[in-house]
């Protein structure tokens, strides 16, 4: 062990090495916690000096930030199990990443990452010398600096730590297809109180010990959150195990440093399990490998108890601080209030004795480095853990080719995601081992499965039985009754340069709103980041929409994901609402060839009409919104008397049958009618790189004539859009108005009023002078409402009129079809 | 065991009682048998039948629904387990209700209320006989008709079983403070893949054996989701148990009616458990009675496997149906489609002999229903499960006697949550058993801590030591690092006629943005339910919010919660963003006075200026909306040049700040100054019930002047709200805009152009000429935004002119205080 120990600059397939019983030597010992005593160093200046960072002078109030700011609890333990983690790296030439649960220990990456001289490397202002460290202490959860989390400015992560519930969903989905990596993921006490965090544990019983890589969960037990103890201190430990064994894991459990023991017993104590556990699964990868594994592998996991605040001071003031709640944030929040207290801090910082870890010019000396490794196994440095490094492209084919027949708008039908599973089953075949599909068991209910399971299976390590069905060891389709777990992997999937999508219910999409979020934030954060490379977007497919609950009802009604979405930064988020089965395939197309963005499809999976062909999805998909002139009523030259917009595909359909009827009734009015596929587009361009100028907006929409515009969601978004727009006091927007429960679908768009029938009203209402002269057809407009749901309630089904609708008569929506929509 | 065993009418004190070993008698196994035959012919015949409902005539097609939704799978368990429980109840004199997680078998639920009587007392269309049997089958998951899950409309649910993973933490929220209730919660185990469900089974390290009910927790293990395995009924028996033990329960599995085995077997064998386990609880609750219990209670629970879609046709069309995900819907879905089919459909509905179970008139027979308890005493009737019934009001006292002294504008200031804690202090101390706080770990950080802990304590069951605060078996405060389970419990305490409020992260409350949803529509539901009777409102408290993230940064920034919120029923939700510590006070009083709505109030925790004394607030709270005249410049009778308004505590600060150099600088403008504290205020009357007429909107807002508005969240949703206001062109919003990372609160408005400079040239900007007139003081702002960051980022605390900001010079905002946000 030595830092002459030539490490692969490359990744590489690495072996998974037994390394035998050998105690670790002394000498190896004594390295890890020089390391450890570095990083604790440069994690304690971190959070309080602003000055003085090698304390060669005494330390005085003003090296001391004024605002103290930032976390110390977890931090010691994760330098801990970083310093460790480097010697078995080393030893193993491991390939790892490590995943940071308590990410607010923000000042423990960091100080690693500066160790290991990545963060030079990627910071020319931080250099490895005494104002590089001045400068990497103030910064730190400074104005003008860096977080004070694990975040994207920190090489090596995949993961911010500042909402808890994700460390084991990330780090399954970075193992996924990655064979020969380790992700160390470290989930706090706090964390692991969480709902997601709690299910992530049975992630488990999806990893293929061949296929994918191994995840080593470290529980980071360190008893207490910022004011509370912790759950899992706070069971007894037969119970604390058995919660392991239940999950599925081999637990090792690891405790020290407990009433100032001595650290190097620690070191030593750690140092055995942790090659025990390394050991144990390079057993089980040798006997997946070799095909002799029986059933599911059972990894091993550890749970690490330290003490909270590790090498704090552990009185102060008369109180305990060290191993209780008050070491959670800043132990020493005084430091600058009397002489003894900026005293205690000095002594603090003295007792990792600075002196032996950095040489004259303020550089970390060869033994505080030892323990590293070089090059890419360095966990800071690992291009896995920048995933546009290691990203490639997918090879995707012409989905024109799998595009349908429409000879004439409505002349054929389909459901669209159907046809988008086709083509996606190509992608499945041509990218095996870079593509999956996550979902909470509805793959097959939102029907991209018949074709897709033609290609592949669902995954899953757990027993299978001879009466499942695309059930397998391996495969590409991910299913679990958990939003947060198929968003958690898919994030992972990605962030570590893959691809993939999520289909779920519309409404339960809020599910995972916060993880969204942090997602796009993250997203925001590296574009600015100059060494983070694109990584593929995130895409959703919300097929179960607001329109079509038929199984379900009022529960299960809500489209506003769309306006969580849009709140967040427009170079991150799209929102697409495809109406059949061209535009779909045109709009994944899109989506999977794009990075760094958030691509919201709602888009239905009952047969409907389509409307475009190939070419005309392809212009209408480029404009992102169009008119359709074969729809309406046009007069070359001339202004329309009134716009019927859409966007979604049930508001589409009740448009275009709202302008039949309005053309078959009135004869002169002139009629435009718009679909918008891409709903940035309505946006100022100053407001989304996507939006329209005013001279477009208005030479589509008009500046002064009434626009009915039917749209999927809450009618308020697109105001919200377009409130800045000239015609905008003109604008009438239908939608949905939490009005539903189980019933009939075209009794759903009656209930908000959403239907063709008020659509027409509203045109009746809304265009000066035209309800007075057809008066009669307001009146009929109104009795078909009536009649129509007079026709439901006693029969159950949709009035055949309404079923058989179609454009000029050639198809029918089909609303009989009761297939699967959810439990 | 008979039906004339006299249950009681009115909930009492019931007794845990222990029943011995005794076998469950040859004949009460009989009547618990047919029971279940009675419940599952009701639910088919609710997923099937139009008409003909007891057979009287051969079944054909027109008998059949035109379109059959529904789920079957899960049914027949849940029949199953009402039925032994009712057994139970009747036995041991039990208080229960049920929760049923598989809530989509809504058919059993609805079948087992028919049974009780209790449907045909609430709905007067639903008689128990032949006709009314009719209506009960059509209605189901038909136009006009009721839901397919349990739901609001369901007698004696507290839970709609829509979106899954709630059910046990509306549990335990049901069996706090409840202590003779024992709730039977049924989990699916597709739910208990969520993860809320998975990290709520350890509720039982709060609950208290004395003071609490009983949570008797269900795991229904019937092996399939809609299309998949499900992970539990997949690993191990071991590995099950361990999970369970590890949980802290003593779990019991029961398994049965696999390959055909007798039912009566099958009945036997769980009523033995059933008896183990009422028996073991009896024990407990006697033992913690007595003050023997030592350590946490290990309370029971059950894992019941049995087939999904048991008692169905095993085989149709040659699959395999029952006891697979094929019987998770309709498992004869073609049952119109030819003879054979339908002739299936009425053999299996006859498998059940309902010649046997019905009277001449279609009345259930004495036999069918001589298991269920009557009166009170039935789960469908349990007033309990009706929470308003059992409701009472809360004791209040004068919120105005723990108001500030505010003897002018800003000339005290307070941390506002300080202040409403010592009034909620005495709401825990006159509302002993009925008021609780919920929050993840935050109760201290949010400052509600030192007078809250100064008559109450955290509750927590499991280990407490000596270096614990305020942390005890019982106490009214309740942490978690969970806010689903805060959600949820909360949810569940709610829903039986208690109050409480929950508070949280700003950011981190999307975390709960699903559960808030179906929370909101189960409300929504309600208020057109005639026999529900009002509960009490669910109360947010958002105290760490966008502005106030020093310690966090940009992960901990989102203010989107109140744009997810207003998108439901505006007879349901309510926002309130009151700006010091009198007008948080006033706003509690009201939220804990309210009942069915859900109040999400934004408040600051920081010291701020106090800027209304008591009456002052009183008033301004009253109208929810107003003009602050000392802080504008107003000329009688005269429009003001520019209304500067605000919503939020940081913007009405920043909105004062710019009025004050405004006045300095600009002598002859006239300058209002508006504060909004209801923001749904700010919305049409005719979309809110609180909604300003257009008038009175005119007159604060005017119609044509500019309008500057700082506001608390994100600014679109101020445009939203009042998209239809004649002066909206005018309207021009400051909000977040998510610019923001670890810095200072000053920092955080300037990057947001929501800072007092800015918002000076915003008004230079748009009120005519003025920005000419005054080129100089423009180009001073500038200079202090430019000069405010450039100290900031030297020095890393705000500049003292900004720390200092005062109203008239008397207060300062203090920003140095390093209190703990979060970790």
């Not at 490397?121 to 103030?138: A, H, M, P, Q, T």
Request: aromatic residues 8%.
């Amino acid at each position: 062990m030595s830092t002459d120990v030539a490490a692969p600059e490359t990744p590489a397939q690495s072996v998974w090495k037994h390394r035998g019983d050998a105690p670790v030597s002394d000498e190896t010992i004594r390295l890890i916690d020089t390391y450890w005593r570095a990083a604790n160093y440069l994690s304690v200046g971190q959070i309080y000096l602003l000055d003085n960072p090698l304390l060669r002078t005494p330390l005085t109030v003003d090296d001391i930030k004024p605002r103290l700011l930032g976390h110390w609890g977890t931090t010691p333990g994760l330098n801990f199990l970083y310093a460790h983690m480097n010697r078995a790296i080393q030893e193993r030439d491991l390939n790892t990443i490590y995943i940071i649960g308590p990410g607010h220990g923000g000042p423990g990456l960091v100080a690693s990452a500066f160790l290991d001289g990545t963060y030079s490397e990627v910071y020319s202002d931080i250099d490895e010398n005494e104002d590089g460290i001045r400068r990497l202490f103030k910064q730190f959860s400074f104005p003008g600096g860096i977080p004070s989390h694990v975040a994207p400015e920190t090489p090596g992560s995949i993961h911010e730590g500042g909402e808890l519930g994700y460390a084991l969903s990330h780090a399954y989905g970075a193992a996924f297809d990655n064979p020969d990596l380790l992700v160390m993921a470290v989930v706090g006490d706090g964390e692991a109180e969480t709902g997601p965090l709690a299910t992530s544990w049975h992630s488990n019983k999806w990893l293929d010990p061949v296929q994918d890589g191994v995840v080593l969960p470290i529980l980071h037990l360190n008893g207490y959150k910022i004011a509370n103890p912790t759950v899992l201190d706070r069971i007894p430990q037969d119970e604390l195990l058995a919660l392991f064994r239940g999950y599925g894991y081999h637990p090792y459990l690891v405790e020290g440093g407990f009433d100032g023991e001595d650290h190097a017993v620690v070191h030593r104590r750690y140092a055995a399990v942790l090659d025990n556990v390394l050991n144990e699964i390079a057993e089980i990868k040798a006997s997946a490998a070799a095909g002799t594994l029986e059933g599911r592998a059972v990894w091993p996991m550890i749970i690490l108890r330290t003490p909270k605040g590790w090498t704090c001071p552990p009185i102060i003031d008369g109180q305990q601080v060290e191993n209780t709640w008050r070491a959670h944030q800043v132990p020493l929040a005084n430091a600058r209030d009397t002489e003894a207290h900026t005293k205690l801090l000095e002594s603090w910082l003295k007792s990792y004795k600075p002196e032996e870890l950095f040489d004259e010019d303020g550089k970390p000396v060869a033994d505080a480095v030892a323990i590293a490794p070089s090059g890419d196994r360095r966990m800071s440095a690992n291009p896995i853990a920048n995933g546009g490094l290691v990203r490639h492209a997918l090879r995707l084919r012409d989905w024109r080719d799998f595009g349908v027949d429409v000879p004439s708008p409505g002349a054929t039908s389909n459901e669209a995601t159907r046809v988008l599973g086709e083509w996606l089953a190509t992608v499945i075949a041509d990218n095996p081992t870079n593509f999956r599909i996550f979902g909470p068991d509805e793959t097959a209910s939102n029907r991209l499965a018949p074709p897709v399971y033609e290609t592949t299976d669902k995954q899953f390590a757990g027993e299978i039985r001879p009466i499942d069905e695309h059930i397998a060891r391996v495969g590409r389709v991910m299913e679990v009754l958990s939003e947060h777990q198929c968003e958690g992997w898919l994030e992972g999937y990605l962030l570590t340069g893959r691809h993939g999508l999520f289909t779920s219910y519309e409404a339960f999409i809020h599910i995972v709103d916060s993880m969204f979020n942090q997602h796009a934030k993250w997203l925001k954060v590296t574009r600015e980041i100059p060494w983070r490379r694109p990584i593929s977007s995130l895409n959703y497919l919300l097929s179960s929409h607001v329109w079509r609950q038929d199984h379900n009802g009022f529960s299960h009604q809500d489209p506003g994901f769309i306006d969580h979405v849009v709140n967040k930064s427009a170079d991150v988020v799209r929102v697409y609402l495809p109406f059949d089965a061209n535009t779909l395939l045109s709009t994944y197309d899109h989506c999977l060839r794009s990075v760094n963005y958030v691509n919201v499809v709602v888009a239905g999976k009952q047969p409907q009409p389509n409307l475009l062909n190939v070419d005309q999805a392809v212009a209408h998909m480029t404009r992102g919104l169009g008119i359709f002139e074969w729809a309406g009523r046009e007069v070359p030259g001339e202004s329309p008397d009134v716009v019927l917009a859409a966007a979604g595909d049930i508001p589409t359909l009740e448009v275009l049958a709202a302008s039949e009827i309005l053309q078959k009734n009135i004869p002169d009015l002139k009629i435009r009618v718009v679909n918008v596929v891409d709903l940035m587009k309505l946006q100022d361009e100053s407001e989304h790189p996507h939006g329209l100028s005013d001279r477009d907006y208005d030479a589509i929409f008009t500046r002064d004539k009434p626009v009915i515009f039917a749209y999927h969601g809450y009618p308020w978004l697109i105001h919200r859009l377009t409130y800045r727009r000239t015609g905008h006091s003109q604008l009438h927007v239908r939608g949905y108005k939490e009005e539903g429960t189980t019933t009939t679908p075209f009794d759903m768009v009656m209930r908000n009023d959403l239907d063709r029938y008020h659509l027409v009203i509203d045109v009746l209402d809304r265009v000066p002078g035209l309800g007075e002269r057809y008066a009669t057809l307001r009146q009929d407009m109104t009795d078909a409402r009536l009649n129509a749901r007079l026709f439901a309630y006693s029969k159950g089904e949709d009035i055949p009129e309404v079923a058989n609708w179609s454009w000029h008569g050639s198809q029918s929506i089909g609303t009989g079809d009761t297939g699967g929509d959810n439990e």
